[in-house]
């Protein structure tokens, strides 16, 4: 069991687990950071937010234009041309399967292809 807070518990099962890893020496960027878009997804739920702005630094331009060359990527994003509303869900939805993995930098660097 979990204490929420107020008369409120939660029964805690393994479905129910998630970690964020938590910075030891270092402060990560913060959710507040995170770009508008990725900030207000439909689809990264707060957890996911939270891994994303544990991160220290974002990857660079370099980084994640080699990752957008990626057949999965580069597929992805040739299959949503001109149709924008669709590539952010899509990529969206591979940011949280990657965070789900604990890929928190690929998660960085398929959510960043989308700005290329």
């Known amino acids: 069991m979990a204490r929420l807070g107020g008369d409120w518990y939660c029964r805690v099962t393994q479905d129910n687990l998630f970690k964020v890893a938590k910075p030891n020496r270092n402060i990560g960027i913060g959710v507040d950071a995170l770009p508008f878009a990725i900030r207000n997804s439909k689809i990264l739920t707060g957890n996911n937010l939270g891994q ?3 991160v220290e630094a974002l990857p660079d331009d ?4 080699i990752y957008a060359q990626t057949t ?3 597929d992805l994003l040739d299959a949503t041309i001109g149709d924008s509303q669709t590539r952010e869900i899509q990529l969206h ?3 949280k399967e990657l965070l789900a993995a604990g890929m928190v930098e690929a998660a960085w660097k398929v959510l960043l292809a989308g700005t290329l």
């Open 72 to 74: 999965e990527i580069k």
């Open 62 to 65: 370099e980084e994640v234009e």
């Open 52 to 54: 994303l702005g544990n």
């Open 93 to 95: 939805l591979k940011a």
